[in-house]
């Protein structure tokens, strides 16, 4: 079985001096038809995220079932060890006495929510991710100061390096450069 090759380079990247343009030229690029770009930037620019179409926010159902997962296992546990594992009948009071569980088993709830919180995003964000291809250009470097990119990646179907270059310097980017493995 062959193995499939990645391409040659990972994408483009066009480097803008300011949020206004790189809005602007992520919603360009998204009516042009590129799907697979991201964009980076010092800081949150909620128009941005919108502009490259995260829409899909499962975090929020990671963390409902997290906690569902929490509410069954704390109420399971104490269920357990009152009834099954070790009965202990205190002044004539029932062995699943329900209103005795609820302060632990919200506080299962909570823990089991605040780990699928945890974990979930570090999942679904990718991370930690120690090494990325854009760290390969060298004006990268000034994504956490006060410039803005946004990045075609090769594996977008519409991508073509000639094509995708001249699209991404007509948007009045500072500078394009291709982004190596």
């Known amino acids: ?42 800081y949150p620019i909620e128009a941005l995220s919108e502009a490259v179409g995260h829409h899909k926010e499962r975090l929020p159902l990671i963390v409902l079932i997290g906690g569902i997962v929490g509410l069954i296992g704390g109420y399971a546990l104490q269920y357990y060890v009152s ?53 390969n250009v060298p004006n990268f470097a000034l994504a956490s100061r006060d410039r803005f990119f946004l990045v075609i990646e090769a594996r977008d179907p519409k991508f073509d390096r000639e094509a995708t270059t001249g699209f991404l310097r007509s948007l009045g980017a500072q500078e394009v450069a291709d982004v190596e493995h």
């Not at 006495?97 to 999942?123: D, H, K, Q, R, Y």
């Open 1 to 42: 079985m062959r193995k499939p090759t990645r391409p040659a380079i990972y994408g483009v990247m066009a480097e803008f001096d300011n949020p206004t343009d790189v809005v602007a030229a992520t919603r360009r690029a998204h009516e042009e038809g590129y799907r697979n770009m991201d964009a980076y930037s010092p």
């Open 83 to 135: 009834v099954i594992n070790y009965p202990l009948n205190v002044g004539g009071k029932p062995l699943h006495s329900w209103p005795a569980f609820i302060p632990i088993t919200f506080e299962t709830t909570v823990l089991g929510a605040a780990m699928a919180a945890i974990f979930g995003m570090l999942a679904l964000n990718g991370l930690p991710e120690p090494y990325h291809p854009v760290f």
